[in-house]
């Protein structure tokens, strides 16, 4: 999609924007917004004009305030949790009626640093979030309510001293999470473990043989497939149900523990990835990359002058909002979002699925071209396919060694 | 992987910074802080056979490097406007016809052809560029039309070509004769949208196989160009911008080192605040694929990287004094025996694709379609450190059309 800065409105000048969510049920996007030692919480359209949507909801500033940096969610389609990034406060404010409620009293989830992204994710359908503690091993459970639960899911293998790092939804009704220690976790609504995988190992020259832990510092998925981008720059895309990487790409700058880049996905829209920089930066680049690619591609890129927080950015209907620290919200359009049609694709050796290997070419041009290209879990995946090409090559391979084995078929489109 | 098994760690006087590099054939020049300049062959990882392979530059820091002939290098001090020549053959370092001073930090700040001895290098001054006959033992300050307005980041040698091409400030890249003075061609300058509206990509490291160039801009935004067309094949942040003003005192935001064959060394030139990533690029291919890459998990520079195709190796500097040297098997053009026989034991004439098994599925291209006869027939490859995937279809679409596919180690 190509990337359009939206000169149509002007700069809608607010107080600084700590985090902001999306409320795609309305089309809008949510800030928890600073002014001095008070926060609020505002909405504007993710629409042409940008109109502030309702009122201003002023958090609650005596007895439990909340200090709105450690995270934002959308708990159902209505409510939005927001998280103090200082204390383990928490609250909830119902859009609907403009009205709010402290969340009960948790000990884990003050999220693992302020201003970080993906600090707390919701699952609107379900009425859940789940934020994630500075303590080792701990989350919590909110409810559209406010009851809070502590959880604290283990696995085997896992370090004494690692942390969740990132949590974003899966579906609707699983959280993905990354760890301190580059571990990639997928649990459900009651922090039950269903799948864990991590990085592979990272290749340093002989000279420099220090540390090799990363922090997973962002996650994005799509379709069975998850980003994890780290703090030491590295980008991974995995296929999720084999745990198997299957495209990797170097960051060149590695700035900060923040991560030297980080990335937001919305399923089936724009991916938007930026370098994140060193202090003074000129500006901050902004992408749109297509994740149904082989490989991913860049599609637009877009820029910013100066330095944004990486909790200050989201996209919504088309619409990516961007804000800095000089009391600005910036709107970028998208275009349409990408039409990316599904087909569910099974290896078979008999009439077993098995694991394998799966190549879609268009050899209709010259040079032919592989449209995509993935592994395929023996429970089949479903595959991007582009339509109007008179027919494709689908070249599958499973087996390892002597004993490979090779499918090819073509395949009217 | 396609870097493999660290060879030699090259070591230089001291663990200072080293400054600049050259590369040809097999023969690997560096300039280093002790005011230096060492050859080294990286086929032996020892000094060149029958060349001299280390010499003095009395007071002055070269701060770029090219080979413009096969035994002699061009060299640029950085606050002089004298370059000379170091005759790796003799041994004698010859000074040229002063000009204007030279670059510093530039990765293609100085830029030769070693077909005819001629080198370019950029210069402060807004206008100027410089130009070296190392033949006639003479180099002299330009302002040609072309570039009149404009700052020079960078200049390459187009390869295949007398021509060469800089990268300017106003974000074209210009294709100059060897002379210097006439304009053959201009890729044009790329945007990004912003809210203070399109700003321009400012071109200032460049890498070119074959019809790709790639660009490196200080947006920290690599571009991927099909030179002839001048069409952009492909995009990607890999980089944090910074604001690069000068020649003389600015490193650059994205390295690319001398590549080879198809691979292409990126990197980050500026300091590294908590670490470094060095990537080998696949570079014929687009959107571009990372096919390998190192880290360090040290604060620091990386000065220079390249593959070497002659000697097999892929080279990196991670400052301190040291050249890090690995085997990357790298050869442009291999053969591989292949047939279409149906059924066994009877040969028909078909189509083989060939595509490369890079590691990480999302990495695929296909390398060759190639309609062969009733025989075994030879087909090149690109890479002896790849599995390929080859399949050959015979027949016609969706009537008689068969296929089949085979594995092969490249």
């Given at each position: 999609m190509t990337l359009t800065y939206d000169a149509t409105t002007t700069p809608v000048t607010v107080t600084n924007v700590t985090c902001m969510t999306a409320r795609p049920s309305s089309n809008e996007i949510v800030c928890a917004l600073v002014n001095g030692s008070s926060y609020f919480i505002r909405r504007y359209a993710a629409a042409s004009g940008h109109a502030q949507q309702g009122s201003d909801f002023a958090l609650p500033t005596g007895g439990t305030p909340v200090v709105a940096n450690g995270g934002i969610a959308m708990i159902t389609n209505d409510k939005v949790l927001v998280l103090s990034g200082s204390n383990n406060n928490g609250y909830i404010v119902d859009l609907s009626t403009n009205t709010g409620a402290a969340v009960a009293s948790s000990t884990d989830r003050t999220g693992y640093s302020t201003f970080r992204p993906q600090q707390v994710a919701g699952q609107p359908s379900a009425g859940i979030a789940i934020g994630i503690s500075l303590n080792v091993f701990k989350l919590c459970r909110v409810t559209s309510v406010g009851a809070a639960t502590n959880i604290n899911p283990t696995g085997s293998?896992?370090?004494?001293n690692e942390f969740f790092t990132c949590i974003i939804p899966k579906g609707t009704t699983r959280f993905l999470l990354g760890t301190t220690h580059g571990r990639i976790i997928e649990i459900d609504t009651d922090g039950v473990i269903i799948k864990q995988y991590a990085l592979p190992e990272r290749r340093r020259t002989l000279e420099h043989t220090a540390n090799t832990v990363r922090q997973i510092t962002q996650l994005a998925y799509y379709s069975d497939y998850v980003v994890a981008v780290t703090h030491l720059g590295e980008l991974y895309l995995f296929d999720h149900d084999l745990g198997v990487v299957l495209q990797q790409q170097s960051n060149l700058c590695v700035s900060s523990n923040n991560g030297s880049m980080f990335w937001l996905s919305e399923a089936n829209g724009p991916s938007v990835y930026t370098a994140y920089g060193a202090n003074p930066v000129i500006q901050t680049n902004i992408a749109d990359v297509d994740m149904c690619l082989t490989p991913m591609k860049f599609a637009d890129i877009a820029c910013i002058s100066g330095a944004i927080r990486p909790t200050a950015i989201n996209y919504c209907n088309g619409y990516i909002a961007v804000s800095r620290d000089n009391n600005n919200i910036y709107w970028f359009t998208t275009g349409s979002p990408r039409s990316v049609t599904l087909e569910p694709v099974t290896i078979t050796d008999g009439a077993s699925g098995v694991d394998g290997e799966l190549i879609v070419v268009?050899?209709?041009?010259?040079?032919?071209?592989?449209?995509f290209a993935t592994t395929v879990s023996e429970n089949g995946r479903d595959v991007p396919v582009t339509s109007g090409k008179s027919s494709v090559l689908m070249v599958s391979t499973y087996g390892r060694g002597v004993h490979r084995n090779f499918d090819i078929r073509r395949e009217a489109t | 992987m396609f870097i493999r098994n660290k060879q030699a760690t090259l070591t230089f006087q001291n663990a200072t910074d080293l400054e600049c590099f050259a590369q040809n054939d097999n023969l690997l020049a560096v300039g280093t802080q002790s005011k230096e300049i060492r050859v080294t062959d990286l086929k032996t990882m020892g000094p060149p056979a029958g060349l001299t392979s280390f010499i003095s530059t009395g007071a002055q820091t070269p701060t770029a490097l090219a080979?413009?002939?096969?035994?002699k290098i061009a060299v640029v001090y950085q606050g002089s406007s004298t370059a000379q020549i170091f005759n790796l053959s003799t041994g004698a370092l010859t000074s040229l016809s002063a000009a204007s001073i030279g670059p510093k930090y530039?990765?293609?700040g100085l830029a030769a052809n070693i077909s005819s001895g001629v080198a370019f290098h950029v210069t402060s001054t807004t206008g100027n560029v410089v130009r070296i006959d190392s033949t006639g033992g003479t180099s002299a300050t330009l302002s040609p039309a072309w570039a009149s307005g404009k700052v020079m980041f960078g200049v390459i040698h187009k390869p295949g070509s007398s021509n060469f091409l800089f990268a300017c400030n106003d974000g074209t890249i210009r294709e100059v004769d060897s002379a210097g003075t006439t304009l053959v061609s201009t890729i044009t300058a790329r945007t990004l949208t912003s809210e203070v509206g399109s700003r321009t990509l400012v071109p200032e490291t460049m890498a070119m196989i074959g019809d790709n160039l790639f660009v490196g801009t200080t947006q920290g935004v690599l571009l991927h160009i099909k030179f002839s067309t001048d069409t952009l094949l492909d995009k990607r942040i890999i980089s944090r911008p910074v604001n690069i003003t000068s020649v003389t005192t600015d490193r650059p935001v994205i390295g690319l080192g001398f590549p080879a064959g198809n691979l292409l060394p990126v990197f980050f030139p500026q300091f590294g605040e908590t670490a470094q990533n060095i990537a080998l690029y696949a570079a014929d291919s687009y959107p571009i694929i990372e096919v390998d890459s190192l880290a360090s998990d040290q604060a620091i520079y990386v000065l220079g990287s390249g593959v070497n195709q002659s000697a097999d190796k892929f080279w990196v500097s991670f400052g301190q004094g040291q050249v890090s040297v690995y085997d990357c098997p790298c050869q442009a053009s291999l053969a591989e025996d292949t047939r279409i026989q149906d059924p066994v034991g009877l040969d028909v004439a078909g189509r083989i694709l060939r595509i490369p098994m890079y590691p990480g599925m999302r990495q695929r291209k296909v390398e060759s379609d190639t309609d062969i006869d009733d025989e075994e027939t030879s087909i090149d490859y690109n890479l002896d450190n790849c599995e390929y995937l080859e399949v050959a279809l015979t027949g016609t679409e969706f009537s008689t059309e068969k296929g089949s596919a085979r594995i092969f180690e490249g």
């Open positions: 293998g896992w370090f004494t268009d050899d209709t041009v010259s040079p032919p071209q592989v449209m | 080979f413009v002939t096969a035994t530039r990765l293609n």
